[in-house]
């Protein structure tokens, strides 16, 4: 889920890419800041990676938690 961390209300329409071992996807968030990435991989594949771009914030950078689980991740808005 993705939030503004000073309103906590969610952002809609990030575009969310995910980068495992040469894959890549892109998604994005809904109204509610919530989005769905699944790729599957066996055992020896490396955490996925995630950038986070949405117009008016810094991008992010993150890494899949080690337990599967919803991540809330708090986007900073550009100052102007």
């Known amino acids: 889920m993705l939030l503004n961390p000073y309103t906590r209300q969610p952002i809609e329409g990030a575009q969310v890419e ?35 771009r949405a117009r008016g914030y810094l991008d992010v950078y993150a890494t899949e938690p080690q337990q599967r689980d919803t991540v809330t991740l708090l986007l900073t808005p550009i100052s102007k």
Do not use: L, M, W
């Open 18 to 52: 995910v980068i495992n071992q040469g894959y890549e996807r892109i998604f994005q968030s809904d109204s509610t800041g919530y989005f769905e990435a699944f790729i599957q991989g066996g055992s020896r594949c490396p955490r996925i990676q995630v950038h986070i």
